[in-house]
């Protein structure tokens, strides 16, 4: 894979120069090959961001969004709602972040190998087992259901990771 884009150029008219090629063996592990370019780019978002997402309910809590103002007490509670709102966004980044770690993490699973199991090769053709292997299945299952939860997001939020 090569991927080269450019800044967006100051003339609005020109268009911002984008080279990408695609090799075949980039699209075998596709999630782990987007995983390396999604990783870093939400870490550094998340170090540059200046905003966050006005969709997120504690930005539903700012007196701005209410169509009657007549109360000055509404507005007393904004900063303590736009606090809340960012605080919210890190958390969601961070999700994400783990989760595109875990994908590039191959060997995440390991760790819930009790008793890791061993294939006797040298049995002739039928496989058996020189050790039958036990596993924390309902760990592994939480773990990658949190996996997906940081997945799901980023798939949620796609359209506000910009800053």
């Not at 894979?1 to 100051?10: A, F, L, N, T």
């Not at 609005?12 to 063996?25: A, V």
């Not at 999604?38 to 905003?51: E, S, V």
């Not at 596993?135 to 798939?155: A, P, V």
């Amino acid at each position: 894979m090569k991927v080269h884009i450019g800044k967006y150029p100051k003339n609005p008219d020109k268009q911002r120069k984008i080279d990408i090629r695609i090799d075949k063996w980039d699209t075998w592990g596709m999630d782990h090959t987007l995983a390396l370019i999604i990783l870093p780019m939400l870490k550094q978002l998340k170090a540059t961001k200046h905003g966050a997402p006005g969709s997120l309910p504690e930005f539903q809590q700012i007196s701005d969004q209410y169509s009657q103002l007549c109360f000055d007490f509404y507005a007393d509670g904004n900063q303590d709602a736009w606090d809340a709102g960012h605080k919210h966004w890190i958390e969601i980044l961070d999700k994400m972040i783990w989760s595109f770690e875990q994908v590039l993490d191959d060997d995440w699973e390991e760790q819930y190998w009790l008793v890791k199991p061993e294939i006797d090769w040298y049995k002739g053709e039928e496989i058996k087992w020189k050790v039958r292997g036990e596993c924390d299945w309902d760990g592994r299952m939480m773990h990658l259901q949190r996996i997906n939860e940081g997945l799901e997001l980023f798939g949620k939020y796609f359209q506000d990771l910009w800053d």
